[in-house]
Structures are given as C-alpha cells and as structure tokens.
C-alpha cells in the first residue's frame, strides 16, 4: 500500500519560515520523481516545486528563490524548505509521487501565512 504522509505545516508569521517533510512508503523511492503541490480556498491546484528522480529542481515563478524542494532517497523523504512566507502561500500543500503511469498524493497539510 502507497503512502505519502506530509507533516510540518503550520500558521505562520509574514516574513517566517516552515519546513514540509513528506514521508513515502510502498513504493521504490529513487524511480519516483517527487513534487510539492498547493490549493488555496477557491483555487485550483498548482504545482510548487517538483524534484525528478535524477535531482532536477522546478519551481512555480511565485516560489523561486524562496522555497527548496530536496529528497534523501535513502530515508524515502521530500522535503519543502519555506522562507519568507507570504499570506498569498496560505493553502493546503500535498505531496506527490510519479513513475510513468503511476501518480501518487498525500492527504495535504495547512500551511496559514497571516499577521
């Protein structure tokens, strides 16, 4: 059975930092490119920042520079670094994982920027 538990959100202070660990399980980590995803009330869907299975980094215009996305394969991890968090960042992050045809989600975790 495939799990990707996020944990690590929060409310935070304009101008603070978060870090978002998401744990995987059931699947052969390393073949698996991974992705950090956002919903905000009312909003679709958007991707945040995705590593491949290689190491390659992505990341939505509204995140560089201050969100790092980073894996440690041998502890089947993916983590999102959040510096100068913005109230526009307030939403629900989710974990992904892809291979091919096969596209895994998390259950999602409250990240709340606001004063």
């Known amino acids: 059975q495939v799990q990707l538990e996020e944990s690590g959100g929060g409310s935070v202070q304009p101008g603070g930092s978060l870090r978002l660990s998401c744990a995987a399980s059931?699947?052969?980590?390393?073949?698996?490119?991974m992705a950090w995803y956002r919903q905000a009330p009312g909003k679709q869907r958007e991707l945040v920042a995705r590593?491949?299975?290689?190491?390659?980094?992505t990341y939505a215009d509204s995140v560089k520079g201050r969100f790092t996305i980073s894996r440690d394969n041998a502890k089947y991890t993916v983590s999102l670094q959040m510096n100068s968090l913005k109230p526009d960042d307030t939403a629900v992050y989710y974990c992904?994982?892809?291979?091919?045809?096969?596209?895994?989600w998390g259950q999602g975790t409250q990240v709340t920027v606001s004063s």
């Open positions: 590593i491949t299975n290689g190491g390659s980094t």
């Open positions: 059931g699947i052969i980590f390393g073949l698996y490119n």
């Open positions: 992904n994982a892809d291979w091919g045809y096969l596209n895994y």
